[in-house]
């Protein structure tokens, strides 16, 4: 059956202060969006990925649900873009994912999702001769796209390669004004000497153009990948308040270290009882 609104053309009349005009249809809008959706590299395990769908328990998963849906509207009238940065399996890359999709589904504006090591091993790999991609075609739409997400950033071990071309792609979407999304299990803190920090896996450089680049937002959640079956809200609130005591992750190092740095002597613990 054609479309209703514009007979299978593409475009529908509108009628606005009295003038007849022809705009792109409904239908158009929706059939750009589903082929750019399939275009846009999105894994199949996060493809079911929605805002709707993401389980919020605590005010850090929302107030990051809430960024995230605030891009997603203002998009394309907005400049920054998100850093979604915490531990492993908070749903970062969920809400990463659900934030591309609903832009190219309501704007039809082309995106593109990438895990960052995927990303540079690809490029690596079009430096084999007998590979027929060249680089630039790899990286021609990773820079030029209108919506990129670009998954644990920081997971790749740098070398001066890996910085090169990484500034490579965020300083070209930073120029041209390109919305990007991050996310990072690395913590966004002003230490070079931590090795889980940030910026000891990106650099100082970098470092600074995403802080122009980007709004940070940090996810302190349980991990859901470790969740029972059926797990409720309340199952992740347990999990997410064991993380918290348990993990010896650099938060709870770099809050020991400066406790003992600041030679008041004695080791407390603000972090919960040892051994509790
Ligand atoms: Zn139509």
Redesign the pocket.
């Known amino acids: 059956m054609p ?8 475009w ?1 009349p509108i009628e606005e202060n009295g003038t007849r005009r022809v705009v792109r ?4 809008r929706e059939q750009v969006g589903h082929n750019r959706l399939a275009d846009a590299n999105i894994p199949k395990r996060y493809q079911h990925c929605t805002l709707a769908n993401f389980t919020t328990y605590n005010e850090s998963l929302e107030r990051a649900v809430a960024k995230a849906q605030r891009v997603a509207q203002a998009y394309p009238v907005i400049n920054q873009g998100l850093l979604l940065e915490g531990q492993p399996g908070v749903g970062k890359t969920h809400l990463a994912v659900a934030v591309l999709k609903q832009v190219i589904q309501t704007t039809g504006a082309p995106g593109l999702f990438y895990d960052t090591r995927d990303l540079l091993r690809v490029i690596r790999s079009t430096y084999d001769p007998a590979i027929r991609t060249t680089e630039l075609e790899v990286l021609r739409p990773v820079m030029t796209v209108d919506l990129l997400v670009l998954d644990d950033l920081g997971a790749e071990k740098t070398s001066e390669w890996v910085e090169e071309t990484m500034n490579l792609i965020v300083n070209t979407r930073y120029n041209e004004k390109r919305l990007t999304i991050f996310t990072s299990n690395f913590q966004d803190i002003p230490d070079d000497s931590e090795p889980n920090s940030l910026l000891f896996r990106i650099g100082h450089r970098m470092r600074s153009r995403l802080h122009e680049m980007c709004e940070f937002v940090v996810l302190d959640a349980a991990d859901y990948r470790e969740r029972p079956e059926n797990a409720g809200a309340e199952d992740l609130i347990t999990m997410w308040k064991m993380r918290r005591k348990t993990l010896p992750g650099p938060r709870s190092g770099r809050q020991a270290r400066a406790q003992l740095r600041d030679g008041k002597g004695d080791l407390k613990w603000s972090g919960g009882r040892a051994g509790t």
């Open positions: 479309c209703p609104l514009c007979d299978d053309t593409g529908k249809c409904d239908c158009w």
